[in-house]
């Protein structure tokens, strides 16, 4: 296990560091004068000029990357213009919202997908399980900006239970959760289901029934705790799908999470706080895969050997 | 069941593609063209989806869209296959170092989760049809590379392609002729399920205001629906509609082709 956490640690390292130069880059592919960009056109010599000093673009390239890297690993992600405070700052304000929206879009997933999966396998090439699949098919192809529209039509309109948008109590997480939730449920119960059939076949099924295990007991205690495996794994590395997708669901709900703080940094062209939003989210998205590969190791000795 | 799901899949994208085609002949109406007396008005004779916020008829503007959405998914899903087993064979085939460095930069492209990197591409570089392209063509190789590279790992070492290289087939020969045909068919249905996945990230780019912007999309539709759900849900409905509709054609059709091509699935 030791060797497996060590080699599965030092492979983040070229990850990480591939990613962060990437995103250092970004602001170097603006097209034409950044400062300009920023400010406009009409920005007087002196401002442009000092804020050129203040994100060090005056300086050669790869003095700048040296001072990024080394400005990340104190944690310093830079200033936001639009907010006057480090970014840091502005991104930790946002996390708990992102956050909330995500743990819940992924319990109604799971609320949905688990049943949906299990029921479906269990009757497999029945009616019940060619109507959750065709479910699922249709979960998977809704866009969540699309989602979002109609359930506010249905659900905060038509019938005013939820609010439009914002996040103030509870119920004002439902909507966006459930939006968020869908494309998830989707591609769980799809997984769920292949992996409850692949278990189904296994030898030692057979045997507990031949041993003439009651079938509850043998799908509860043999089927289910085996099948679950692959899909908690999937859990955690659809995780990153939930992130990218919460975007588009805060901007749908004005949910104020990071999603909206990127989006709204993009159009105001406030440069190092899109930065910092797409270290962020991507930093997140490889730390939750590294647990999740962790954990799956720690729960399948399998998984250490290959 | 599944053969079914797998034609309708196909008659939806064949009656798209054609719409798209013919979008100047179909399109009742000029997209672009205002009519602020038709504001935000709903369905009717003259206009069978309604009009929208400058009066512009909704049908028309939706018939043009697919031409973004079908032109983006297929350049993209093109650049992204030729790239991708372009670079899956090299990584497959060669081994060693190049293997290693083409997967490092695989796993760093895969560290950005869904289409955040899509989103700060075209957000750094500006709105516009080429910016669209080419940032979900940055990420669009990937999967075909990972794909391609485990199937040729898999098949190179057996007999086959011991026999034809025993024989003096050289490198680009094996890859070509006996490599390449046993790995297009997980090919062709990842690359069906790649459209799908490009036309909707296509639209949630111009929904997010940052697609091309001197033409209809169907994002962008949405998005200015999205301000007028109360009094004028007909702006929504339709491109939303569009958009799933097309996305689920694109999974049927991915569905279908999986269970014809690749039998371990049946």
Known sequence: MKRYVAKRLLLVIPTVLGLVTLVFFLVHMIPGDPVEVMLGETAQDADKEQLRRDLGLDRPVAEQYVRFLGGLTAGNLGRSFFYRKPVAEVIMERVPATVELAIAGMIIAVLIALPLGIVSALKQHTVVDHGAMLLALLGVSMPNFWLGPLLIMGFAIAVPIFPVSGREGLASLVLPAITLGTALAAVLSRMTRASVLEVLREQYVTAARARGLPERRVILKHVLRNAMIPVVTIMGLQFGALLSGAIITETVFSWPGIGTLFIGAIQSRDYPLVQGCVLFISLAYVVVNLITDLVYAAIDPRIRYQ | ?266
């Open chain 2, 1 to 266: 069941m599944r053969g079914l799901l797998g034609i309708s899949g196909a008659v939806i994208i064949a009656l798209l593609v054609l719409v798209a085609a013919l979008a100047s002949l179909i399109a009742p109406y000029d997209p672009a063209d205002i009519d602020l007396e038709g504001e935000l008005e709903p369905p009717s004779g003259d206009h069978p989806l309604g009009q929208d916020r400058l009066g512009r008829d909704i049908l028309s503007r939706l018939i043009h869209g697919a031409r973004v959405s079908i032109l983006v998914g297929l350049v993209v899903t093109g650049i992204s296959v030729a790239f991708g087993v372009l670079m899956g064979s090299l990584a497959g085939f060669a081994g060693g170092a190049i293997d290693n460095l083409i997967m490092r930069i695989v796993d760093v492209l895969l560290a950005f989760p869904g289409i955040l990197l899509a989103i700060a591409i075209t957000g750094v570089l500006g709105p516009s049809l080429f910016n669209v392209i080419l940032a979900l063509s940055v990420l669009g190789w990937v999967g075909f590379a990972r794909l391609v590279r485990g199937q040729i790992l898999s098949i190179r070492e057996r007999e086959f392609v011991l026999a034809a290289r025993a024989v003096g087939a050289g490198p680009l020969r094996v890859i070509v002729r006996h490599l390449l045909p046993n790995v297009m068919g997980p090919v062709i249905v990842q690359a069906t399920f790649g459209m799908a996945g490009v036309i909707l990230a296509e639209a949630s780019l111009s929904f997010l205001g940052l697609g091309p912007q001197d033409v209809p999309t169907w994002g962008a539709m949405l998005n200015e629906g999205a301000d007028y759900l109360l009094f004028a849900p007909h702006l929504a409905t339709y491109p939303g509609l569009a958009i799933m509709l097309t996305v689920l054609g694109f999974n049927f059709l991915g569905d279908g082709l999986r269970d014809r091509l690749d039998p371990k699935n049946r």
